[in-house]
Each structure stands twice: as structure tokens, then as C-alpha cells.
């Protein structure tokens, strides 16, 4: 079926769609998001039930990516409902501490053995923004290192090689660091030193090389789909434990691998972790954890906190009450 033949029975099936899509670029910056932008128009969903997807034109679909993985247990799951629909019912926002968020903190605790304590924020690029600025307030040096092609959010520190243009790339065993996103800060590469994927001998040469700069490395377990050796990343963490350096490991999608994420399938354990997607059962959610020395440092109740965090959504309990349901849920 050629191309345009193809694009054709895609107009023809979605009319509502298009219109929709239409009546929008007046008003809207291109699609919703960027990741929902496909040519030559998106499609506009009605509604969600289990794993099926309805669009504006009564069209059925099977939805194989639950949301960018944040419907794990699918689309309108009723644990998930009668959880919102209870904590709705009690307040949205209340602008305080509600318990809620202690009941999940717990749970994460629990099912992660490398987690002293957890911080809940309003997204994954929120809690790899406060890990990093931990890391480097605990181990007052400046610089991360992460690895070519993992995306760990939209901030300055951590946008940069996801997807380097080839000519900029520097050479497979030594990357270059090559922002990504337009707008960056001019010099905010200058910062980053860029790993290589599934090459031990290489991470190990590079890392010693800027120990004493460092403060932490970064690793995404599961990046896109970068087929990623586990002893891999096993041997990442040796490595980080020899040079005294802190590993930051973003579990935002990997922590569907298991009961306790992607490190207790392969038996590690970072010094940090970021979460995201799951954990808030569909909602906007977000949250960094790790060891008791390091996350002290965001406490705020004896004094001065070291690193400030907050947020007028941080811990929001809607999320948090999907989130304890999305976690009792499949834990059950």
C-alpha cells in the first residue's frame, strides 16, 4: 500500500479529528503536546475503557503504549475511581498535608529497598531537576554525567545528547554533549559529560577521568528502545561505588519492570531514584528518593533546608490517591 494511499484512508476514517485538529491551530502551539503531533494531523480521543481507545469519529482502538506507560492498569480501572471519587469528595487541594501522602511515601518505602525517604513532586522532570540539584549540594561539585540517548526530562541539566544530530555525536567511545532542545541556556553542555551505553571499559575511563568533578551519574535503565545489557548496568554501579560518585537512576519508566522497580530486577542499589508515570495512577506525579543522608538535605523541619523544594501541586492528593490504589492494586 503506497504512501499516500495509506494517508487517504486516514483522512477518510478520521474527518472529526482533522476539524478538530483545525479549529485549533489558531489557538493551540501546534498539538497539545509535541509527542502527540504525528502528520498529517492527530488523531482526537472521546474516551478510555480498559485497554481500548475511542476516537471523536466512534473508531475503536487498542492502546498498546497505556498513556506513555501512566495506565499500567488501563484506562478507568475502578480501583482507581473509587479512589479519586472518595478523596474528591473530601477536597481536591487543601493546601496542607492531607496523610495521603505519608500512606504512599510508605508504600514506596517499602517496595524499593533503597528508598530512606521520597519527596513527591508534579513530574518526572521535576524530580530528576531536584535529584540532580541534591547530588550536587551533597557532593559540592558541579558537574553530571549521563548517557548519550537517555532522556531524563525537559530542563537544562539533563537535555542534552538525547538524540544528537550524527555530525555532532563525537565518536562512540568518547560522545560529545550536544544540546537538544532549542532555547537551552548557551553553555549548559559545558556541564555534562556524556557516557556511552553498553561499553564498561569506556564509562570507567571517562568517569575517572572527571571524578573530582562529578557530582553524579545519571542512568536510564530504560531508554527508548536501546537494548541495554542488565550486567550492564550492574557493572555502572560497581563502578560508581569505586569512584565515590552518586548514581542517579531514573525508574520514571523502568519502574514497571517489578514490584520494586528495574533495580531489584537486576539487584542494585542507587543512591537516588526518580519516579514518575505510574506511581500517580494517571494523574500528574513525580517523585526522587534515595538515601536518608542525601534526602535530609530537602528537610526543612529543624532549620534551613539545603536544597529547597516545594510546589503548589507537590504531593497533590488526587495523585496521590490514584497512586496508592494504582500500587495496591498491583501489588495485590
Do not use: W
Request: with cysteine; net charge negative.
Amino acid at each position: 500500500m503506497s504512501h499516500n494511499t495509506i494517508e487517504t484512508k486516514y483522512r477518510d476514517l478520521t474527518p472529526t479529528s482533522r476539524q478538530m485538529f483545525e479549529d485549533g491551530r489558531s489557538v493551540n502551539a501546534g498539538a497539545a503536546k509535541g509527542a502527540y503531533y504525528h502528520a498529517p494531523y492527530p488523531i482526537t480521543l472521546r474516551r478510555g475503557q480498559g485497554c481500548e481507545l475511542e476516537d471523536v469519529d466512534s473508531r475503536t482502538y487498542i492502546d498498546f503504549s497505556n498513556h506513555h506507560t501512566s495506565q499500567v492498569l488501563g484506562h478507568n480501572h475502578p480501583a482507581i475511581l473509587d479512589a479519586i471519587q472518595t478523596q474528591l469528595t473530601d477536597g481536591i487541594a487543601l493546601g496542607a498535608a492531607t496523610g495521603i501522602e505519608t500512606h504512599m511515601a510508605q508504600m514506596m518505602c517499602d517496595r524499593v529497598p533503597s528508598i530512606d525517604r521520597i519527596r513527591f513532586v508534579s513530574s518526572g522532570t521535576e524530580a530528576t531537576l531536584h535529584a540532580v540539584r541534591l547530588a550536587r549540594a551533597f557532593s559540592g561539585k558541579p558537574k553530571i554525567a549521563k548517557f548519550e540517548g537517555g532522556y531524563h526530562g525537559s530542563h537544562d541539566a539533563v537535555e542534552i545528547s538525547v538524540a544528537p544530530p550524527f555530525e555532532s555525536a563525537g565518536e562512540a567511545a568518547e560522545p560529545s554533549a550536544v544540546a537538544t532542545a532549542g532555547g537551552m541556556a548557551p553553555r549548559a553542555h559545558e556541564d555534562i559529560i556524556i557516557l556511552p551505553y553498553n561499553d564498561e571499559e569506556n564509562v570507567e575511563r571517562i568517569l575517572s577521568r572527571h571524578r573530582d568533578e562529578l557530582a553524579c551519574v545519571m542512568l536510564d535503565p530504560k531508554a527508548g528502545i536501546i537494548p541495554i545489557r542488565p550486567d550492564f548496568i550492574q557493572s555502572v554501579r560497581a563502578i560508581t561505588k569505586e569512584l565515590g560518585l552518586l548514581l542517579i537512576l531514573d525508574e520514571i519508566v523502568g519502574f514497571r519492570q517489578a514490584k520494586g522497580g528495574f533495580q531489584s530486577h537486576i539487584d542494585i542499589h542507587p543512591d537516588l531514584t526518580c519516579f514518575g508515570k505510574i506511581i500517580g495512577g494517571g494523574f500528574p506525579v513525580g517523585a526522587f528518593g534515595g538515601r536518608a543522608d542525601i534526602m535530609d538535605l530537602v528537610d526543612n523541619t529543624t532549620g534551613s533546608s539545603s536544597v529547597f523544594q516545594s510546589g503548589t501541586h507537590s504531593g497533590h492528593a488526587v495523585a496521590m490517591a490514584a497512586g496508592c490504589a494504582t500500587l495496591e492494586t498491583l501489588t495485590s
